[in-house]
Structures are given as structure tokens and as C-alpha cells.
């Protein structure tokens, strides 16, 4: 499975962006997704991850504020990213999620980076 990440960019606190990330292979439309991020320094977290049926999960800091979707028919997913903070600066990857069944994909893309600052 190849992943493209795309829609990363420099934004101001209270800001919005929206990635987009779209995967080769059929497997993706079986599979649970998630988005992932890296900060400087940290290891890479499960920010949100979607079932192939649309079930959603977020972890508790962007709760409220992110939104994770899909389109199968597209190979797609997308996080809707709002109200941005200093603390969501990081690089941001899109793969298989080990929820609903599913599993990580072998091969991660090259991410998108997000800044957020004044």
C-alpha cells in the first residue's frame, strides 16, 4: 500500500487545515485508518482513526476539535483539523489503524507538516 499525505502547512493559532491522504490498494476500503503524528523529539501517536463503516475514534487532546472521514470510493481519508494550538505542530502521517480489526500497513508515506504558530 502506498500513502500520499498532502494539505500540511504553516497556520495561526485558532486556525483550520485539512489533510488529505490517499492510499493505492484495495485493502483500504476493508481496513480501519488512522492519522498519526510526530512532534519533534516525541514518538509517533494515533491522533483519530475511522472503521471502514465510518466509527470514529479520537484521542482526549483533539477531541472537539479534529474530524476524521473517509471516502472509500475515493481511496481517501481526511482529518478536518480546527481551532488549531501550538501543541498540534508536528508532521502528520496517514496509515492502517490496529482498531475494528484492522491493522497497521507495512510502509508509512512521507507526511505533511503542520505548524501552527503566530
Known amino acids: 500500500v502506498q500513502l500520499v499525505e498532502s494539505g500540511g502547512g504553516l497556520v495561526q493559532p485558532g486556525g483550520s487545515l485539512r489533510l488529505s491522504c490517499e492510499a493505492s490498494g484495495s485493502i483500504f476500503s476493508i481496513n480501519a485508518m488512522g492519522w498519526y503524528r510526530q512532534a519533534p523529539g516525541k514518538q509517533r501517536e494515533l491522533v483519530a482513526a475511522i472503521s471502514p463503516g465510518g466509527i470514529t475514534f479520537y484521542v482526549d487532546s483533539v477531541k472537539g476539535r479534529f474530524t476524521i472521514s473517509r471516502d472509500n470510493a475515493k481511496n481517501t481519508v481526511y482529518l478536518q483539523m480546527n481551532s488549531l494550538k501550538p501543541e498540534d505542530t508536528a508532521v502528520y502521517y496517514c496509515?492502517?489503524?490496529?482498531?475494528?480489526?484492522?491493522?497497521?500497513?507495512?510502509?508509512w508515506g512521507q507526511g505533511t507538516q503542520v505548524t501552527v504558530s503566530s
Open positions: 496509515n492502517g489503524a490496529a482498531r475494528w480489526g484492522g491493522a497497521e500497513f507495512g510502509s
